[in-house]
């Protein structure tokens, strides 16, 4: 049985990954800040109130779980804006950045010690944060987050490697969520079973690197 702390597991994705890792046996902790009604009836250590967007939040729940006691942390909230040169506000990109960029990485790094050797991190990006694959413009807050999220999951694979933690860099697909206002392509549980799928293989040898829950590889 494996420890998973997944972040934003209240509903969409994140609530999928959680139905998942449950049903394969494993214990799992969940942050959010506010639980629905499904995640509420389920088995599992739940953290709500927990608000990403304050730093000082972060720490301290963080410091609730105990040294060498996880063995996945899924970075899985996140929110979206859409920003265009005719519509621009400056506050929801920043919004943005701390809750889709600075939050996992300060979140990863509060959790070091809680993270077994050998454990593994996965971001839950977007192809959006991919610069050369911009075909669309606007979306600056949202594209500029993820792309700083990603950069920051590659510096993370590179300082966490002499202790063989592995992170793995996911777009999750085009998925029937809130957020996009249900028009995806697939579901939430199918996401969450390519993404867990790609959690079981991540590994020293295919950290940092930046996948489609399909399994192709992306570009940066």
Not at 127 to 133: N, T
Request: hydrophobic residues 40%; charged residues 20%.
């Amino acid at each position: 049985m494996q420890h998973i702390v997944i972040t934003g597991g209240n509903k969409g994705i994140g609530l999928a990954l959680v139905k998942q890792y449950l049903a394969n046996g494993d214990k799992v902790s969940v942050l959010c800040r506010q639980p629905s009604a499904e995640l509420a009836d389920l088995d599992l250590t739940l953290y709500s109130g927990v608000e990403l967007s304050e730093p000082e939040k972060i720490k301290e729940i963080a410091a609730k779980f105990a040294d060498n006691s996880i063995d996945i942390l899924i970075n899985n909230a996140g929110i979206f804006c859409n920003e265009t040169l005719d519509n621009f506000n400056d506050e929801t990109i920043l919004k943005q950045f701390q809750v889709n960029s600075i939050a996992p990485l300060l979140l990863s790094q509060q959790l070091l010690g809680a993270l077994k050797d050998g454990g593994k991190i996965a971001m839950i990006t977007s192809r959006m944060g991919s610069i050369s694959d911009n075909s669309s413009g606007s979306y600056y807050g949202y594209r500029m987050a993820k792309a700083a999220l990603n950069a920051g999951s590659m510096s993370l694979a590179k300082d966490l490697a002499p202790r063989n933690i592995s992170v793995g860099i996911y777009h999750p697909g085009y998925v029937q969520t809130e957020m996009v206002g249900y028009g995806g392509d697939i579901s939430p549980d199918e996401a969450a079973r390519r993404l867990s799928g790609l959690i079981s293989e991540l590994s020293p040898a295919n950290s940092g690197k930046f996948y489609h829950s399909n399994g192709s590889e992306l570009p940066w």
